[in-house]
């Protein structure tokens, strides 16, 4: 059974880095069953799609908004999808999800998945000085 586990979150200052970790168990990343997308929650808002990266030959899409501060990545030796996040401000906290992704839509800049599968609990972002 394949499992994702998201990792790397912690407490960073605004303008920081930091890099997120989505390990795949149970399968081999690359035959997983569709690409891998990124995506986040805070308390009181709608969860935000970010990026997703195609494993067959590593294309990556982006949400406008996070083009140039969010780089979506892949390790398959290391069963490993990463999301590399810089120039960190407040509106960037929130709990970040990595999960197989169905559906991918790209409308008015905005990346909207639907049918997630496999994704784990998550990991806290908090971005505070």
């Known amino acids: 059974q394949l499992r994702l586990v998201e990792s790397g979150g912690d407490l960073v200052q605004p303008g920081g880095s930091l890099r997120l970790s989505c390990t795949c168990s149970g399968e081999a990343l690359d035959f997983a069953p569709g690409p891998i997308g990124w995506f986040r929650q805070a308390p009181g808002k709608n969860r935000e799609d970010i990026a997703l990266i195609n494993l067959s030959d590593r294309s990556t899409s982006y949400a406008d908004s996070m083009k140039g501060r969010f780089t979506v990545s892949a390790d398959g030796t290391r069963n490993t999808v990463f999301l590399d996040m810089s120039d960190l401000s407040p509106a960037d906290t929130a709990v970040y999800f990595c999960?197989?992704?169905?559906?991918?839509?790209?409308?008015?800049?905005?990346?909207?998945?639907?049918?997630?599968?496999?994704g784990g609990q998550g990991t806290q972002v908090t971005v505070s000085s």
């Open positions: 999960a197989v992704v169905q559906h991918v839509s790209y409308l008015g800049g905005e990346l909207t998945f639907r049918g997630l599968d496999y």
